[in-house]
């Protein structure tokens, strides 16, 4: 869920999550179209890049998953390896 802090005019996406293994990842998925996938580092999520999804959206598929524990799903702790496999999972979920 959402935080309430959050802006929803800078930040006007839908909620989505990806489930594997009991974890749930948070992403967002903007229109359809040729694929843009957006990673971001840590400690970040998918707010970083809002702008360009904003932009790029009204000709691409923008997917901007967040890491399991620093998105909207607190108290779930992950590794750099599970975060791998989920990523990896959602790709394969979306042909990309």
């Not at 999550?17 to 948070?26: I, T």
């Not at 400690?43 to 959206?57: C, E, G, T, V, Y």
Request: proline fraction near 6%; charged fraction near 15%; glycine fraction near 4%.
């Amino acid at each position: 869920m959402q935080p309430n802090w959050l802006n929803k005019n800078e930040y006007p996406f839908a909620e989505k999550y990806f489930s594997v293994n009991g974890q749930q990842m948070h992403y967002v998925d903007g229109r359809v179209g040729v694929p843009i996938l957006f990673v971001h580092g840590t400690p970040s999520w998918s707010f970083d890049f809002r702008n360009q999804i904003k932009f790029l959206s009204k000709n691409y598929r923008c997917i901007a998953p967040d890491h399991i524990d620093l998105d909207f799903q607190p108290n779930q702790q992950t590794t750099l390896m599970k975060q791998s496999i989920m990523q990896a999972r959602l790709m394969h979920l979306y042909n990309i």
